[in-house]
């Protein structure tokens, strides 16, 4: 991305403290929570995004199914805090456990399938392990899990009923530790066995990369960063069932957050979320009450516009800006 | 990078429009402020898009804009409690999604300074809407979610004018009971049908227990997904288990399918008992109103009593004039809830939440100002209104008549449901 | 039904084997045709029957546009912006449906064909009859096409090797638009036939498009005749797995079964490669 040159590194870096300082102090200048919490949605979609995009950006796997490990981390610390009082916090590492190892189990024999097949594969896991969810009375079925209100407000309970600036943080947490995780992969060995075998596989086996090996590894990266996002989900909205943690559209949000922003790239999830999320909340606010669906109209029509004119993304549009604009 | 910083600016000057936003305009002391949050775009929308015209009707009517002329309606024109002041509503869409009615609640509560809100349908939503309430103090009125758990909850803030599965489950049973008194038919085994959604497996579990304190054998208990591409091997199960009921807990779509699917397999129920929802559709009427002849359902409210109440038919010409439709269920409820609320600030004289809400835990409205027919309303101190009834309704000729109870009913209930051979 | 989720398959399976594309918006193609089916009868009193060649035309051209305003530009772009261009598009339809024709539930009232005849202990309900045997015929005249006429002949061709197609002064372009053409046709057909027995509503394919990418999937991409086989698998798991494990799980069982095979053989039952 950063053509060569002394300047351009320091001066990239300038910005990207300036934007971390912008959204640390935030929560200080907007204090209703409106603002906030559209920014905490930013946060929340740019980390599964980011998630996401480590499996399928770099990776080239196409999983259509995060939703799974994303209800995973939801349901465990949720059910391990209603039903035996441990801290979210806990219940998050332990969510976490679970996703990795069900992704583990899942994965191994998944990752056999290629292209459209691995596609509708994890289609079918997302599917199959919402029905089972839906059916399992033990754990609320349908009628989903109320995590019990706890006051005052303490970290150790994950709530915060008096002011969203906690959530705002932690969420932003997320977001940069996502971020962290994708930039040491992208400079790690496992990154670039991770682009030999999106580029080509066979290539990449020929080589002596143990490609099952690697795609397991950041599938298991992948779905540990969605289970945590999804804990963040539960303890913020305190109340889930398997239609809002567990559906294909939820899988399928995540993925077009990154491929607007740019697929493959550490930036582009971040950018996608911060379009998309107020462009959502914004069309909602604004033309919600008519029941007419246009904001999903000019959704629908963006992603199209996108795939066949910039397949890279919005980070592709600005690259290309970039390179255009330092060409004179 | 120029372009993200201009993009990142393009997204801050968003948040700030919407921050500054209309907020500026509520410091007004001469004004009540209802958040309303419904449904209003999305493949569930419908309640929503009906109850809208029904609560501006309601609004109009404490505005003294609208006459509704029974003595209970009278008091509140002008809100006198309050001197007069108005009452503005604030429409919000949560689109059938717990973490959009979250967000809209805040919102409202935050930002647009609401002195009470009124919602949400779905019950998933006024589980987190109402949370958000709780949360802040203010009071929050809930016309019709029938999850029984809503208020189970130990909130303080929470009151729920309609019955819920439990009430309405129980009126079903009752009525089989005087059903065998009255005809000499023994309804002793029954066949239930529920989707995934929150709402059937809440009404499937009610069913179960009932069933069993009832002395009602359940020989299928069947939970299928909703939206289904095809209902044949449902059907073919209720067919071998033969039920002398068969009590489906449906939306829409999947009713429409149902009673298709029976055509079309020749099931044959001898008696339909259906929990509301997509029975009661206008949808549902209006697709398979015939060949769903005979269907029973619980009801909070019938259309033909409309007739019978002299307050229902004078709020249904009103509706009539805004909305085009006839009133039915969902914005009866919908009405009946609006208007405690707004008693209950009338009677509290003040906008202060903590007033309101002691009003509304006083509240006291006698069954006859009502359009449902409801002994009353009054709340216990779960939040849940004691003086619910539930009536059944049977689909004949095309139209829900009510036939329980007795003497409410307006029809002779028909039975058995003549066989699909024996239609013209 | 199972004959009726193959000609759904059918179009798409056709389009993926010519051009390795996965048509995410195929529900929504399923849903346009319903729409078609249930204005010709609204409007103008035709029986979805009667309407089947329109629906069918309607279809043809809709895939044909399709393939010239987005499909071209992206065939030779990354898988992800194929998938992303159709579930776009997906959207799209979908919510210009909604925006049009609202949210309520439509259904085609009295219907030319209706009751029901027996087939041994299972009834069979007539429209679903009819809806089989015209799904398979319509089929048989797919493969007909496709394995006699000169220009399945050619379709096939573009499929197995683009390259030496085109140097055989085959128009490739041509027969890609001819492939979304009557990929979207096979499903205006089965929209048609299914309007005569379902409700039509703008998120009513998303169950079937579903049903009908593992159908797909499971007979092998781009095998036609397999995708017969597959739909008749699908529509039995469902039916079965309806009566024997609970209904809630129907579904589970078919995306279960899906797994298997291609675990088991990687490119589907028949797959080809």
Same mark, same amino acid.
């Given at each position: ?6 300047? %351009? ?202 490609? %099952?090996?690697?795609?397991? %590894? ?65 069309? %909602? ?44 | ?44 929308? &419908? ?184 209902? &044949? ?18 939306? &829409? ?142 689909? &004949? ?28 | ?33 319903? =729409? ?106 797919? =493969? ?68 009908? =990418? ?60």
């Amino acid at each position: 991305m950063a053509p060569a040159g002394t300047l %351009r590194p320091v001066l990239t870096r300038g910005l990207l403290l300036a934007g971390l300082l912008a959204a640390l102090a935030f929560p200080a200048v907007f204090t209703l929570p409106f603002p906030r919490h559209v920014m905490i949605m930013i946060f929340l979609y740019g980390a599964l995004a980011t998630a996401w995009n480590i499996i399928a950006g770099y990776c080239g796997q196409i999983s259509l199914g995060q939703a799974v490990f994303f209800g995973i981390g939801a349901y465990t610390s949720s059910l391990l805090f209603r039903d035996a009082g441990m801290t979210p916090w806990a219940g998050m590492i332990a969510g976490v456990a679970l996703a990795v190892g069900v992704s583990q189990v899942v994965g191994y024999p998944v990752f056999r399938l290629r292209g459209h097949y691995f596609a509708i594969a994890t289609i079918a896991v997302g599917e199959i392990v919402q029905a089972l969810v839906v059916d399992w009375d033990a754990i609320g079925g349908a009628r989903g899990v109320f995590v019990p209100i706890r006051r005052p407000d303490s970290l150790v309970n994950f709530q915060f009923h008096q002011s969203k600036a906690f959530y705002y943080y932690i969420a932003l947490g997320l977001l940069l530790l996502a971020l962290a995780v994708t930039r040491r992969i992208e400079r790690s060995r496992a990154g670039y066995y991770f682009r030999a075998i999106r580029e080509d596989q066979d290539a990449a086996a020929a080589l002596g990369v143990n490609v %099952r090996r690697e795609k397991l %590894r950041a599938l298991a990266v992948s779905a540990a960063l969605t289970a945590m996002g999804g804990t963040f989900y539960a303890q913020y909205i305190l109340f889930i069932d398997p239609e809002s943690v567990f559906p294909l559209s939820l899988s399928i949000l995540i993925c077009l957050v990154a491929v607007l922003g740019g697929v493959g790239t550490l930036w582009g999830p971040v950018l996608g979320a911060a379009v998309l999320v107020p462009l959502q909340e914004g069309t %909602r606010v604004m033309l919600g009450g008519t029941g007419k669906a246009l904001d999903l109209l000019i959704y629908g029509a963006l992603i199209i516009a996108i795939s066949v004119f910039q397949p890279g993304g919005l980070m592709a549009l600005l690259a290309r800006a970039r390179t255009a604009g330092s060409a004179r | 990078m120029k372009r993200i910083a201009a993009g990142l600016l393009a997204v801050l000057v968003l948040l700030v429009i919407s921050a500054a936003g209309p907020a500026g305009v509520a410091a007004q002391p001469k004004e009540v402020v209802i958040g309303v949050l419904y449904p209003m775009s999305g493949p569930n929308a &419908q309640p929503g898009i009906d109850n809208k015209p029904v609560i501006e009707i309601g609004a109009d009517i404490a505005n003294g804009a609208v006459d509704l002329p029974f003595p209970f309606y009278q008091k509140l024109k002008g809100m006198p409690g309050l001197k007069g002041a108005k009452i503005r509503l604030i429409f919000a869409d949560h689109q059938g999604k717990p973490e959009l009615g979250q967000a809209e609640a805040e919102r409202l509560i935050t930002q647009e300074k609401v002195h009470a809100l009124v919602g949400c349908w779905h019950s998933g939503v006024t589980a987190t809407a109402s949370q958000v309430a709780e949360r802040y103090g203010i009071p929050f009125l809930n016309p019709e979610s029938s999850s029984p758990g809503l208020t189970r909850r130990g909130l303080k803030w929470f009151f729920r004018t309609s019955p819920h599965d439990e009430h309405f489950t129980q009126g079903m049973f009752e009525f089989f009971r005087d059903f065998e008194k009255k005809r000499g038919v023994k309804i002793a085994t029954a066949g239930l049908t529920y989707d995934t959604s929150l709402f059937g497996a809440d009404s499937g579990k009610v069913m179960k227990d009932l069933a069993k304190k009832y002395g009602v054998e359940v020989v299928l208990d069947l939970q299928y997904k909703e939206r289904s591409t095809s209902l &044949q091997s449902e059907v073919q199960r209720l067919k071998a288990a033969n039920p002398d009921v068969w009590m489906p807990t449906s939306y &829409q779509t999947d009713a429409i399918l149902f009673v298709r699917t029976s055509k079309q397999l020749d099931y044959n129920p001898k008696m339909i008992m259906a929990q509301n929802a997509g029975h009661l559709s206008p949808d549902f009427i209006k697709a398979v109103g015939k060949e769903a002849e005979g269907t029973l359902s619980r009801a909070p409210f019938s259309t033909d009593l409309i007739a019978k109440r002299p307050v229902a038919a004078a709020l249904n010409a009103l509706y009539m004039k805004r909305h085009s439709k006839d009133l039915y269920d969902f914005p009866a409820r919908s009405f009946t809830g609006f208007m405690t609320l707004l008693d209950a600030i009338n009677r509290a004289g003040s906008t202060d939440p903590e007033a309101i809400r002691k009003a509304l835990v006083a509240t006291s409205i006698p069954g006859d100002q009502l359009i449902m027919t409801w002994e009353g309303i009054k709340f216990d101190e779960t939040g849940q209104n004691t003086q619910v009834r539930a009536i059944i309704v049977q689909l &004949q000729e095309g139209k829900y008549h009510t036939v329980w109870p007795w003497d409410s009913a307006t029809r002779e209930v028909l039975y058995p449901i003549p066989a699909w051979a024996d239609r013209k | 039904m199972g004959f009726l989720y193959a000609l759904i398959a059918a179009g798409l399976s056709l389009i993926f084997g010519l051009m390795e594309i996965v048509n995410f918006a195929h529900g929504e193609f399923l849903m346009v045709a319903m =729409y078609l089916a249930f204005f010709a009868w609204a409007l103008a009193g035709l029986d979805p029957l009667v309407s089947l060649p329109l629906a069918a035309l309607g279809l043809g051209a809709l895939g044909w546009a399709v393939y010239h305003g987005i499909i071209r530009w992206i065939l030779d772009g990354p898988m992800l912006a194929q998938i992303f261009a159709t579930f776009g598009l997906a959207i799209l339809l979908r919510s210009a449906a909604q925006f049009l024709f609202g949210i309520d539930f439509r259904t085609v009232d009295e219907p030319l064909l209706a009751g029901r005849v027996a087939l041994g202990p299972l009834f069979v309900g007539v429209p679903q009859l009819a809806a089989s045997v015209t799904a398979l015929a319509a089929f048989v005249g797919l =493969y007909l096409f496709l394995s006699r006429s000169e220009t399945g002949l050619a379709l096939q061709a573009t499929a197995q090797d683009r390259q030496a197609a085109a140097l055989m002064g085959i128009d490739t372009q041509r027969m890609f638009a001819l492939g979304w053409g009557i990929g979207s046709a096979c499903v205006g057909v089965a929209g048609g036939l299914l309007a005569m027995f379902f409700y039509i509503f703008p998120d009513v394919g998303a169950a079937f498009a579903l049903l009908a =990418y593992v159908t797909v999937a499971l007979g092998g991409f781009g095998n036609v005749p397999a995708t017969l086989a597959a739909g008749v698998l699908v529509g039995l798991v469902e039916a079965f797995g309806g009566l024997l494990l609970t209904p809630a799980l129907k579904y589970s069982a078919v995306f279960a079964l899906y797994l298997g095979v291609v675990l088991w053989r990687p490119q589907g039952l028949f797959g080809r490669f």
